[in-house]
């Protein structure tokens, strides 16, 4: 029987007393902090070091975004703020947290396919960058800054003719509401040459959560090559490129965690030899999951120990309402297990339990079958992996329950709790 | 071509103008009322229709509860107290907006594998019915009856040995986190003798969603010679057998609507043939989805109309953020399209579209491939069976949008609005 441990994501540790340390403090002194449980804990000592790693990885210049929409936390963000280059925002609500946060409006980009007209005035009005979903989009999004008498800074998406080979959601290669097909761009791209429009550059997204180094670095190049082939027909040089994401991490053990060194070697290669018309463009990753998803811990409690059928249930006080992907309901076909422990405990005899929440659904289960040393009732529960698409992702009002508590645990900052 | 609008479930039309009829106003006319889109529509006179409905079918002594967590929208619980005969909870959430809506205490049961000691409390306190999960769920109840000084009514809910066949959801036959097993429940009930309990009777739920009158019928008789099995074991006369629930709505083309008399012919012969035992018994029926799932509608209008590779997107200001279950991403494993038609027009000429929401994700799909009569923007288009695990089932917070409306249509009362 392999250690329950060993499915514990790196930069976790327990201390003598086999209790687990997040952030350098055990599970159950957040939990304490936060006065009830379940609770997320991030660690933003994760979050720095994954950053540093992303950009010792990538070439110098290279700009890095982060999506909001992986972990919108108002704490988080502000401490992302001064970490990377841009925040790429989905709503007007993510575009009030970035610029709240402190984020530079110029250095955020609002892309969605189904952006409102008071998004728009939103976002013209406060001088943050609109990524261009479509034809009509674009014609909206004159409107209004004529009316506004503001220029609007504008991406134009393209819908790549090409998929990121093996991703978790293929954004590309087919018809998809997001952006404008490659062969319909020269048209749009004239349009956007009026001067109510201040054309920045392209947006392309081809997939996401892909752990295959290859693959990212061929759908890369793909893009440049995209980019490269349109900028000709731009109305003004190409000063920024959003090469997407698609960094990945893993979540299940036969997962193999992304080769970053690889990406940035292909890209700095790719880049170092692009084509002239995009010589002095910037470039930009933008990455949500990738950089937080693996410093979240979701902390829930034992409330019941039960046996049903010659099976082993622990029942907690978390969920599916908090953690919709980790209970295999959202984007999944066949469910598996999230990594998961037992705060309090490494040692055996150890048992083989099944991990459900509190819902009085058979939907909300945590982990199936897994092995986990004899687990009492009142024991604190460890779910990894939270740190992205869990709280937001996750039908909060289901059942009624209360919201779980948040806390962003940062060494140079004392911790933040947003409750 | 089959005519879009005979997707559209009994009880909705349009009118001369070829306007959608919710509750006998156009659609858009509750949209100018909710002041903006998305927006949820109940027609509480369907509501009602099917409450009379289900008690013309069942036999006259049946209780009809109804599971709040279907949509527990505090003015439709208003609505609905006066209306049926209990209310069914699964958190103190959810306990504390049925007493609010005006159920009595002794009315409300409270189910659900999880409950926190502090949830004991207040159903306790209030003198709610708690549906016993497991003996040590008995234990917990028992200690804090003594120490509050009150006695905990109790129903013991049985993980039945069988399922309901075909089930949207299966909540028994094999090992599950629901209830006592059957062959563990005398040692239980045998606990419950303590005077601190008052013993009500037994809670069995086989399933959910079914459309199978005959598959149903089976699972009611069934439960019914469990529960008499297990009442002789019982500390108290059974005064409640809890029969739960499974009535199912037809959500898909092929769907044939349940035979609901056929569910009550045949409960009416098994309870008036029933074991001397449960002679005295009342039963129950809880009831979500059959009693408001068909009565909902959700209003989202068109902001993007564009074509990609071929074919035709039609860009929503909804989503999966209010309907993650029309969406195929919640206790789905093959994406079907819930009813939706133009809310607008209904004539020709008519196009084939993919209907998405407006989140920055592939998930994001209302309806794939649907025929629509030709749909500009800015026109309402309308989703059907949204009255039930709509809202409140879905990751709201995801993306940061605002909250839907939503607006209960009450030909009695006027309508209510909860924003």
């Known amino acids: 029987m392999s250690d329950p441990d060993s499915r514990m994501p790196s930069g976790f540790a327990r201390d003598q007393d086999g209790r687990l340390l997040i952030a350098g403090r055990p599970a159950e002194a957040w939990a304490e902090d936060a006065g009830d449980t379940p609770l997320f804990v991030y660690d933003m000592g994760l979050v720095r070091a994954r950053i ?36 790429d925002v989905a709503s007007a609500g993510e575009l009030a ?98 001067p109510v429009f201040d054309f920045m550059g392209f947006h392309v997204f081809a997939g996401s959560q892909n752990l295959d180094a290859e693959a990212i670095a061929e759908a890369q190049a793909a893009t440049l090559d995209l980019v490269a082939g349109l900028a000709a027909a731009a109305p003004a040089p190409v000063r920024l490129v959003n090469l997407g994401g698609g960094l990945g991490v893993p979540y299940f053990p036969a997962d193999r965690p992304l080769d970053l060194e690889a990406v940035g070697t292909a890209l700095s290669q790719r880049l170092a030899a692009r084509p002239a018309i995009l010589g002095k463009s910037a470039f930009a990753l933008e990455l949500g999951r990738y950089l937080v998803a693996e410093a979240g811990v979701y902390l829930t409690r034992v409330i019941d120990r039960k046996h049903s059928a010659g099976k082993l249930f622990l029942v907690t006080d978390g969920g ?33 339990a099944n991990v459900v929440g509190c819902l009085c659904t058979p939907l909300d289960r945590l982990a199936d079958a897994v092995t986990l040393p004899e687990t009492a009732v009142g024991d604190l529960l460890a779910l990894f992996m939270a740190g992205a698409y869990g709280r937001t992702a996750s039908p909060e009002a289901f059942l009624g329950h209360p919201p779980p508590a948040e806390i962003l645990a940062d060494p140079l900052k004392g911790s933040g709790t947003d409750p």
Request: aromatic share 6%.
């Open 52 to 87: 540093a790693a992303v950009r010792a990885a990538m070439p110098p210049a290279l700009r890095i975004h982060y999506a909001v929409k992986a972990n919108p936390m108002p704490e988080l963000l502000r401490a992302l703020a001064p970490l990377v280059d841009g925040f």
């Open 320 to 352: 599916l309402h908090h953690q919709l992907a980790a209970s295999g309901n959202f984007g999944t076909v066949i469910r598996r297990n999230y990594p998961l422990v037992n705060a309090l405990r490494s040692h055996g005899p150890f048992e083989t």
């Open 97 to 194: 947290r970035a610029t709240a946060a402190g984020m530079a409006a110029h250095a955020i980009s609002f892309a969605g396919p189904g952006k409102r007209d008071r998004e728009l005035v939103a976002a013209i009005g406060c001088g943050a960058v609109l990524s261009l979903e479509s034809a009509g989009e674009a014609a909206r999004a004159h409107a209004i800054a004529a009316r506004l008498g503001r220029q609007a800074t504008v991406l134009l998406r393209i819908n790549p003719p090409f998929e990121l080979r093996g991703a978790g959601m293929r954004m590309g290669g087919g018809a998809r509401p997001f952006g404008v097909d490659a062969a319909d761009a020269p048209a749009v791209l004239e349009y956007l040459a009026d």
